[in-house]
């Protein structure tokens, strides 16, 4: 499968435990991006990567949220003392620059007890 | 205002019925437009991309009015298998990036 891929897919936590997730887009890809997706709603921009670079964060993103892509190829978003409003479907995506067509894992779907 | 705004629908359409959605997004510096399809509890996928000159794809057509900044999908003949949510997506040099936003999406059902 050459497709973007994301794990885990689904993750129950307690609140206030940390959780980390991981991408891994279609290898040729050097753009990497983030999204929430809560119910209803179209997805939200978190964050995204040209190669290792993290470009743009989204001001709406706490503190409590960090992502990396160290080499310029999976990346990991981590969210520290999860709270219930973190509930949500994490999604990745990737793309060939930046002006293509972007590339959607399955995501991981968040749920915060 | 929202970035890129959406009717959410509900959209109930009987089979073979033709359906319009419509768009519309707020920074004129946007430079590449996308229609995503998204089925319930799975990742958005690419329907078509959005050219100036508009563009079809098979039952589905795409239209582009920069000077309005409207975009516009147009599904005919619609089969059951359309029923879906349809986001409409820019991407454009907000803040420095170069990100893609998202609307809220519209639902299609289409019945028997």
């Known amino acids: 499968d050459t497709g973007v891929s994301q794990d885990p897919r689904h993750k129950i936590t307690k609140r206030g435990q940390n959780v980390t997730f991981r991408c891994d887009p279609i290898s040729e890809h050097n753009r990497l991006y983030w999204y929430r997706q809560t119910l209803g709603q179209g997805p939200e921009f978190l964050t995204y990567f040209q190669n290792e670079a993290q470009l743009e964060k989204s001001r709406l993103l706490s503190d409590r949220f960090s992502a990396e892509r160290p080499k310029g190829s999976f990346s990991t978003l981590e969210i520290q003392r999860t709270e219930q409003g973190d509930s949500a479907m994490y999604l990745c995506?990737?793309?060939?620059?930046?002006?293509?067509?972007?590339?959607f894992g399955q995501g991981t779907r968040l749920t915060v007890v | 205002r929202k970035e890129v705004e959406q009717d959410p629908g509900p959209f109930n359409v009987p089979e073979g019925a033709t359906v319009a959605f419509n768009c519309t997004y707020s920074n004129s510096a946007s430079q590449s437009f996308f229609w995503y399809r998204q089925d319930c509890r799975k990742e958005p996928k690419l329907l078509m991309s959005v050219y100036s000159s508009g563009n079809e794809d098979g039952r589905f057509t795409a239209q582009l009015n920069r000077a309005s900044q409207y975009i516009s999908l147009l599904i005919r003949d619609s089969k059951l298998s359309d029923s879906a949510t349809y986001l409409c997506?820019?991407?454009?040099?907000?803040?420095?990036?170069?990100?893609?936003?998202f609307g809220t999406g519209t639902q299609l059902k289409v019945e028997l």
């Open positions: 995506a990737s793309s060939l620059g930046g002006t293509t067509e972007a590339f």
């Open positions: 997506v820019v991407r454009g040099l907000t803040g420095g990036g170069n990100k893609l936003t």
